[in-house]
């Protein structure tokens, strides 16, 4: 294993934090992303400024909901330009978003340091089970656009849907406990701030599976099923040499999103599935010079060093 600033996690971690602060720079009296003016229209998968006081939102999911809940059709406008600027996007980067800025990414990457740290072996997901869950996102999503339609549009005859399950998305992200609080403690909201009992739930949730088990919440995050679809078509890619590979498996056991793909694939050069959040991961464990790599527009940036081999004699094999 790579010394800490040598191993990609690092630049990834600095990135995580330093994005942290740059969305929330209101905080500090400075401007930031969405109050700009000429980011208006930018809209990124997930965002806690939904919870930040006076701050804009600019959550694709979000906008997706409060357009819908204003009626897509007097709205229309003010949605199909941001979803524009985000499918290109994510036609550019994939789902770099998630495993380098989300700030949902970096308090689950921290819970498994802390796991680690501590010594606990984690939960592992029967593959099955794991495709299973992936699926779950896009159940999210579907829940999130019909609830708002059945909002923005009470002539579409959703209204028992409406009453029977009235969940906005803001009341199921585990943002609002995690950002509320501190801001409370900060004396930056009152201290009679409600955060409902629903979200301390979910925030309950997002720590008791995410602690065990890696990324659980990006398994089933309604942000991740937007991005999902365009990911493998993305200008960055995951590329695999598969002259080079032995197949020991430990791409596999790296990976967060519990992929087995670049592991199991035997033809093709480009691995990148729907569930990949290019954190390089494997590229950065792969034992076997130049097997697996990164490729931007066709040209690779980074690759697989075999002075990782080391790491093939271990019992977990890494870190997980
Ligand atoms: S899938 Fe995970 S990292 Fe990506 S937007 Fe959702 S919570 Fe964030
Ligand atoms: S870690 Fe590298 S050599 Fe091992 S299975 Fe994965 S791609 Fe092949
Ligand atoms: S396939 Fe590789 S880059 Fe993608 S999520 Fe898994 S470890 Fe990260």
New binding site residues.
């Given amino acids: 294993m790579g010394k800490f600033w040598q191993r990609i996690s690092t630049p990834r971690l600095i990135a995580q934090f330093g994005w942290l602060v740059f969305a929330n720079a209101l905080l500090f009296g400075v401007p930031s992303f969405g109050t700009i003016a000429w980011t208006r229209n930018i809209y990124f998968?997930?965002a806690t400024t939904k919870f930040l006081q006076n701050a804009p939102t600019y959550s694709i999911v979000y906008k997706l909901q409060d357009t819908l809940e204003g009626g897509f059709i007097t709205y229309y406008m003010d949605l199909v330009i941001p979803l524009l600027i985000f499918v290109v996007l994510i036609l550019l980067l994939g789902?770099f978003?998630?495993?380098w800025l989300?700030p949902?990414?970096l308090p689950?990457d921290l819970l498994t340091r802390l796991r680690r740290w501590l010594g606990w072996k984690r939960v592992e997901l029967p593959p099955k089970w794991s495709v299973a869950l992936h699926q779950m996102k896009y159940l999210g999503l579907f829940l999130v656009i019909f609830y708002t339609l059945s909002l923005g549009f009470p002539g579409l005859g959703l209204p028992g849907f409406r009453t029977s399950l009235a969940i906005p998305y803001e009341q199921l992200d585990p943002n609002r406990a995690m950002y509320v609080y501190p801001q409370i403690a900060l004396g930056l909201l009152p201290p009679n701030t409600i955060v409902p009992i629903l979200s301390l739930l979910t925030f309950g949730f997002f720590l008791m599976t995410c602690f065990p088990i890696r990324?659980f919440?990006?398994h089933i995050?309604p942000?991740?099923a937007m991005?999902a679809p365009f990911n493998k078509y993305a200008s960055i890619h995951l590329k695999k040499d598969n002259s080079k590979c032995t197949h020991c498996g430990i791409c596999a056991r790296v990976c967060p999103m519990e992929i087995r793909k670049v592991w199991t694939e035997r033809e093709k050069e480009n691995v990148t599935v729907s569930e990949c959040?290019h954190c390089y991961r494997c590229v950065e464990e792969c034992p076997e010079d130049g097997c697996l790599g990164v490729s931007v527009m066709g040209k690779v940036v980074l690759e697989s060093k075999s002075p990782n081999s080391e790491l093939t004699n271990t019992k977990e094999g890494v870190a997980t």
């Fill in positions: 998968p997930d789902r978003w998630c495993a989300c949902l990414g689950q990324r919440w990006c995050c942000a991740g991005m959040v």
